[in-house]
Structures are given as C-alpha cells and as structure tokens.
C-alpha cells in the first residue's frame, strides 16, 4: 500500500505527505500511515469510551477482586466488581466521585444494605452488602422505615438531601443480602438506562499481566437444538504459547458446527477465578463472530441461561460460553462478523478455527482447533410435542395444562411429559413431571392442576403448588400458593420439574436467641434475636413493641432488634407475628423490663 500524496483518513488520524520531505520524522509518520489501516482492522469488537480516572478505589485497600463483571453466576451474570476487605467487615466505604445519594435499598437477600449515588457526567455507582450508612443517612433512613412500617424496600432520596464529595465516607463495608463472605460489591451503571456497565474499562488500578485460563471448548451441531444433543467436549492444553487440542484433526460429525469456550481470567494480585471479558472466533483467520461483557441490564441478566450452555451445566459440566447466539436470545452482548459464528463444515476440507479470549486490561489467549467433517449425525427421531422459541407453546390434559410465551424458550425441545403416582398424605393431586429442569425457561409461566381428589372448603386457601427439580439434594422444593378458579389451582413458576398441590396448615416456629424468657431484666442487653422456620417458606414478619411497629432487620431466617430509643426503660410486651405463603401464622409473645 502506498501513503503518499493522497489523503488518507484513518480514525481522525490524516496521511497527507509530500514524496520530496523525506526526512526521518516524517518516515516515521508515513509508516504510521500505512500501518493504522491494518492496526484497526484488528480492532474487530467495538472499542468502549468511558472516563478513565473519574472514578476513585471505594476503599482504601488496593483493589483486590473476588469476582468481576460479567462473570456467570446462577441465573443471572455478575452485574459489578466483588472487592475483597482483607476478610473483616466495617470498613470505610467512600464515594467514588461527587455526586448524591439517589437511593437506598434494604433486603434480607440480594445485595443487602446498598447505597446509590448519581454523578453529575452520567453515572450511577453502587455500593452493596454494606453492614451500615453514614449517620445521617442511616438516621433518614430509619425514619422512613418506622413512616412504612418496613425494614426492607427501596427509598429514593431528594438530589439536594445527601450531596457528597469524591473520597466522602458513605457507609462501612459488610456482608449482608446474599453475600457469601466480607466484601464490597461495587458497580458503575448508565444513569439513563440503569445497565451496569464493566467497571475494569473505567480506568481502575488493578494489577493485572496474566492471560486468561481455557480449559476446554465445546463443539455443537448447528442444525440441531441445543437441548437435544450432546456437544462434542475438547480439553486444551498450552502449547508454545497456545492452546491446542490433543487430536491434531478433530473429526466432526455434523455439517455445521459451533463453538462454546470454557474459561476463566485471574488478576496478579488475586488467585480468584473470575469471568473473562471477551472472545473472538475465526475460521480459516476470518473473523466470524465475538462477544463482550459489559453493559447488561438487569431486565435482560437472565439471557445468561441462554449464552452458556445451562443444560451442561445443570447436569454437572463446566460453565460454557456460546460463541453464537441461540434464537430466543435477546442479549445484545454478540458481534456478528461474517457467519454468527457457523462453521460450514459440508465442503469435507480442514477447517483451521482460531478463537482470541481477552480479559478487560486486554491479556489474550489464544485457542488454536482443526475441524473437518466425519460423517453426519443420524436424524433425530420424530417428536410428538415440538415446543419452539418465537412462538405459544402450549400443553394440556385433564390435569395439568401450561402456557408458554414467544419468549420463555431459547430453543427448540422435543417436550416430554409424564405423571407420577404421589402417595403422601398431604398430596391432593399426583406429581406432573413438564419435561426437565434441565431446560431453561426465560419468564414466569402458568401452571395450572386439578386437584384429584375433593378439598374440603377449610382447606382450601391451604393448598400450595410445589416444584421440584433435578433431585432435592440439588435444588429444594419451591412452594407457591394457588389460586382457584372452576377446581383448578394456578401458580407461577419460571423453571420445568416435577409439579404436585399439596396442603400445608403447619404454621412457622418461632424461636427466641440468646436465652431471653418470658420476664427476663434486658437492661443490659443490646438486642433481641428470634429465629423463624417453615417448610414452604416465610412470607412476611411484624414485630410490635406495646402495640407499636418495631424496626426488626433480617438475615436469612433471624430477625433482629438493636435497642434504641423506641424501647425506653420500663415494662414492655414484644409480639411478633410470623406468615408463611400459605398464609398459617404464628405468634410469640415476649415479657421484658428495661
């Protein structure tokens, strides 16, 4: 190629030289010219260009990760960064910028105590399992939950309330929600569209000169579902540099096949194994299809189920990232080159394949296969009950029926249906096996079943619907509470298994922590604690203190008190009432002085 007189415009970049003022510099130039073209025609997956440095380290430990963004979790994928805290709670926690504090929100699960703040360019950061907020919020905070009556739920708060300065104390680090152990969770979002967007392409100090990890890749039929055929799995090994299979030709049986990797990325300072950020597929060192990690909302984090491979991983295999997208899949995290990502396999030749794994600080690994075709898979066998994404998928008899939408598959499923005799004395109906909780469903659907035997009238709002899955050891009974219309009892559910009506009168039990008695001095105590349980699950909570609401906050199943002000010094008469779904109560009445 030739860079000289003409005018040649790359990227805002300009090449308009002279041929007579070669001089070193302008050599240098020219080649410069000549090479960007080529440099950015590497550059196949858009490039981002979010503020580098706006943002500070939240804490004042260097940024150590448990997890990253757009790691694979169940059902959903990892929205933010997972900071580690030295394995200790109540650290000092501080705004990542100037800004406000927008929101609060309270929960017993999920991302526990978490603080929001708006920031005047555009973004919304987040700080999530956090034992407490800085005085004055907490105080605010306190005062709308006793306005409510509610220790859980999400308090929007004036712009001009809370304004904070970048490096403000805002709040101390915990563990509470969902958190399996101390840790910040930290996310930067759109404020417009509240997407989480990857915080490691923000600019933040975090060591990290290590390639990721591939352990394996996965080879599929592209003229086949997903669900109803097994993937050819290929362990690799590094090689010179690069990972390769064991078979130098791997035999195919298939005209069309597709690539899903099984990776992960660690940074230098952390031994954790995280999510990657982005991969890359080639074949024959054409570009053909890529995705990246970043900028997925929590309206659409469920798609995870349909960009890995979730029956593989149900049934006990390795996380497996698919590098084509399935047709009821909606996540716009896909770039499609040149052939979303299908291998034509028909010609019989050699295919070599090529895949580029990157983490966000941009540490590649490359993956290096030969396919060739070997035969073609025997033809599926003809299904009796074809169910396909894009289209209402229905199921019905004179026991069970359900509804499917346009967008509850990712893939096309040969359903299978079966009935199971249920002999327990709590069972008013048999057990309805809907195919397999081994295939996803993408939204909540209807079930609908006939008990088979009458419910006594009293019995009625008693019945719940229950689910299982693959086994109880590996997912528990789910229960959900029926609602009855002409003799049918209907319950919404977002997964396949095993369903049955049941009744359940048993109420909860209640438990006072602590050794607290009925007449029991707690003027030296600093809190009360009561534990709750239920088969089929709590519901909902309300404690009262001399006939007054009273802040209880929960983790798990133990609700909790710290004494403040609303429990002044004297007699006092605590009742606590605690629901299941079915709608059984239980109360516990407890005596104190203070």
């Not at 380290?57 to 990253?68: K, Q, R, T």
């Not at 996310?187 to 100090?205: C, K, M, Q, S, V």
């Not at 899949?329 to 019989?348: P, T, W």
């Not at 019995?459 to 219309?485: C, S, Y």
Request: charged share 20%; proline share 6%.
């Amino acid at each position: 190629m030739y860079c000289g007189t003409k005018v040649k415009k790359y990227a805002g970049f300009s090449c308009s030289l002279s041929p007579l003022t070669f001089v070193p510099m302008i050599r240098k130039l020219i080649g410069f010219c000549c090479l960007l073209p080529q440099f950015l025609h590497a550059q196949y997956l858009p490039g981002k260009d979010y503020p580098q440095g706006y943002f500070r380290n939240p804490l004042n430990v260097p940024i150590e990760l448990a997890g990253n963004f757009g790691e694979l979790r169940p059902n959903h994928f990892h929205s933010g960064i997972d900071i580690k805290t030295e394995q200790r709670e109540n650290l000092h926690v501080h705004a990542a910028a100037d800004g406000y504090v927008s929101r609060v929100s309270i929960a017993h699960t999920g991302f526990g105590n978490a603080l929001y703040i708006t920031h005047p360019n555009g973004y919304t950061t987040v700080y999530a399992h956090l034992n407490r907020f800085f005085p004055g919020l907490a105080e605010y905070v306190k005062q709308k939950q006793y306005e409510n009556e509610s220790w859980a739920g999400n308090i929007i708060i004036p712009p001009d309330r809370f304004p904070v300065k970048k490096g403000q104390f805002v709040a101390w680090s915990g563990n509470t929600g969902g958190s399996a152990g101390p840790h910040l969770h930290f996310e930067i979002r759109n404020t417009a569209t509240e997407h989480p967007l990857n915080p490691l392409l923000f600019g933040f100090d975090v060591p990290d000169r290590r390639t990721p990890e591939v352990y394996r890749v996965a080879i599929y039929n592209m003229d086949e579902s997903i669900y109803e055929q097994q993937p050819m799995i290929v362990p690799v090994k590094k090689v010179n540099g690069v990972y390769v299979s064991t078979a130098s030709v791997i035999q195919v049986k298939a005209a069309a096949a597709g690539i899903a990797v099984n990776a992960i990325d660690r940074q230098s300072n952390s031994p954790n194994p995280n999510g990657i950020y982005e991969a890359l597929l080639f074949d024959k060192e054409e570009p053909s299809i890529g995705f990246q990690l970043d900028d997925i909302g929590y309206e659409e984090t469920r798609y995870l189920n349909a960009h890995a491979d979730y029956r593989e991983k149900r049934g006990g295999g390795p996380w497996l990232q698919l590098l084509f997208s399935l047709p009821g899949n909606h996540l716009d995290i896909y770039h499609d080159i040149n052939g979303k990502g299908r291998i034509d396999l028909s010609d019989g030749e050699r295919h070599p394949v090529k895949l580029e794994v990157k983490d966000a600080y941009g540490n590649t690994s490359t993956v290096k296969l030969t396919l060739q075709q070997s035969g073609a898979t025997p033809a599926a066998p003809a299904c009796d009950n074809p169910m396909r994404p894009g289209a209402h998928n229905i199921f019905e008899n004179n026991h069970v029926e359900f509804f499917l939408d346009e967008t509850a598959l990712y893939d096309s499923i040969c359903f299978n249906y079966r009935e199971l005799a249920n002999n327990s004395a709590r069972a008013y109906s048999n057990t309805y096996r809907l195919h397999t909780a081994l295939v996803p469903v993408h939204d909540y659907f209807d079930v609908h079943i006939k008990p088979d035997k009458p419910v006594p009238a009293h019995l009625q709002h008693k019945l719940v619907m229950v689910r299982k899955g693959v086994g109880e050891d590996v997912e528990p009974a789910t229960f959900e509470t029926g609602w009855n219309k002409n003799g049918w009892y209907k319950a919404s559910f977002r997964s396949f298994g095993d369903f049955h009506l049941e009744v359940d009168t048993m109420a909860p039990t209640i438990t006072a922590l602590g050794g607290v008695k009925n007449g029991s001095n707690l003027s030296r105590a600093g809190r009360l604690a009561f534990a709750m349980r239920d088969g089929s699950g709590i519901a909902d909570y309300r404690a009262e203190l001399d006939g007054k609401w009273l802040l209880f906050s929960r983790r798990g199943n133990v609700i909790t008190y710290t004494f403040d002000e609303h429990c002044p010094p004297g007699a006092h008469t605590l009742v606590l009432t605690v629901t299941d779904i079915a709608g059984n109560e239980a109360t516990y009445t407890l005596k104190f002085k203070r």
